[in-house]
């Protein structure tokens, strides 16, 4: 059997004739299924006044290239070249859309979706997805390979349209300028060499071929259940199904993945001699280096049908980030993760202070990662996990990230938490003498806490974390009815509690008992 022979999935048509015994056993003859097609325009027309338009949706754009790239200095360090090429490209691509809402369909404009180059880590979904933000449009990012060229394996690619009308809240007109962002597309090449049914190379590229040209997406889907009932209620409710379609003219699409082995294909057409790995000029030039000479050729013998290739004619390379550049991010790029912690502590009050030492050694311990800007993450919350459990219920207000607290987090830690744990041992020794004196009075019986007993209730408060109140009230809870029968009987007015009562509250109150009515039965 092939590897890929999966269940005998049903045509809409079987799938209709299948629903229609379903509902017609359960609920009698009169239940009919409109015809339901796996091909838009094959689909029933939509109600009067809800054809979708060909015209495109008047907005607003009024950015130039360096009004993009400036927004986006503020968020991604480096790129520049990068950042140019998409500013200008944006640029191009909705000033075309304003041009045809004025003068109605443009068929002159060749669309320039983009194909970009660069190892993880860089900067690439982030680029893009700040851009969708500051034009106010809707934005899909999914990983090419899991998609298949039918959509029985894996996901349909039709289905990145849909998804962009759910990101516009439903709304069609504004879904069809989205921008969907593609990752890993280099993971779906298709080396000439393999046999057989391809389903998640070759066929995924002509799919999104289909979508990057132009055609209409049914937003329901054949094989989607739920998609078919809701048509199923609409053909009984109004007799016929609306034609509710997307078209993918005006959506820009991007791809991008790390390529890894383009720059030997390039490198070879460039006629380069150095090719080992520890020559001389391997070490001189970065593998991300070669990526702006690439061209066309270069993504077809990489395993891109040239149909593909050649609807991607815009080509952005990323360079892989330094520690340098790491720490720019750190300390001046406003989505930096630092002040996502700033944030997480100041929610505990206590103020998180960076200097450039601790972030250049975050910065350090990232890069020996390799993986780019993600890896700032990563470090951050292995050197900052402890401390947001255990400052919050210690007196420290202030946290200074150096470069030893990054270095040696745990180490760091236990000496803050030594330094202040006798300060505040000691204010807590005070808050359970204040609360000893107000159960006092509340229950008609005096206690005093013995020194060494308060100690001993800090240190229980200040291990479990728990409120002061809530530990004394767990360890006396009995001694209001137990003291005062004593009090009554014996006319007891005050009772130490000593580090002993502490230790074993219940023993001791049932032994004080005890003995206290085995002195009144002899009496």
Sequence with gaps: MS????????????????????????????????????????ARTADEGTDVKDEPLDIRFDYLPRDIKKYLDRFVVKQDDAKKVLATTICDHYNHIKRCSVKGPCTEYAKQNIIMLGPTGVGKTYLVRTIADLIGV?????DATKFSETGYVGGDVEDLVRELVQKADGDIRLAEYGIIYLDEIDKISAPSN??????????VQRGLLKLMEETEVSLRTPFDLTSQLQAAMEFQSKGKVSRSMINTRHILFIVSGAFNG?????RKRLGAKAIGFHSAARKLTQEQDYFRFSKSNDFIEYGFESEFVGRLPVV?????????????????????IIRQYINAFEAYGIELIPTDEGLYKIAQKAYEEHTGARSLVGVCERTFREYKYSLPHSPVKRL?????????????????????????????????????????????????LQPEAARMLSEKALESGDELKEVFSEIFKDFEHGLN?????????????????VKDPQSTLDEWIRSKYTVSSRQ
């Design 262 to 266: 383009l720059s030997d294909i390039i």
């Design 138 to 142: 809707p934005f899909v990012k999914a």
């Design 400 to 448: 200074e990230i150096t470069e030893r607290l990054v270095d040696e987090p745990d180490v760091v830690l236990q000496e803050i938490l030594d330094s202040v744990k006798d300060i505040r041992l000691e204010e807590m020794d005070r808050e359970f003498n204040t609360i000893a004196k107000d159960w006092s009075e509340q229950n008609g019986v005096q206690i005093h």
């Design 194 to 203: 393999v046999l057989g049914r391809d389903v998640s190379g070759g066929g």
């Design 3 to 42: 590897k890929h022979a999966g269940p005998n999935w049903p045509n809409p048509d079987e799938l209709r004739k299948d629903m229609e015994e379903f509902f017609s056993k359960k609920y009698g003859n009169g239940v009919k299924l409109g015809v339901l097609s796996s091909e838009p325009d094959q």
């Design 485 to 501: 029968l004593i009090r009554q009987s014996q006319g007891v007015q005050k009772f130490e509690i000593t580090p002993e009562v």
């Design 316 to 336: 952005v390379s990323c360079q892989e980030l330094s520690v340098e550049d790491l720490f720019q991010i750190l300390k001046h790029s406003e989505g930096s």
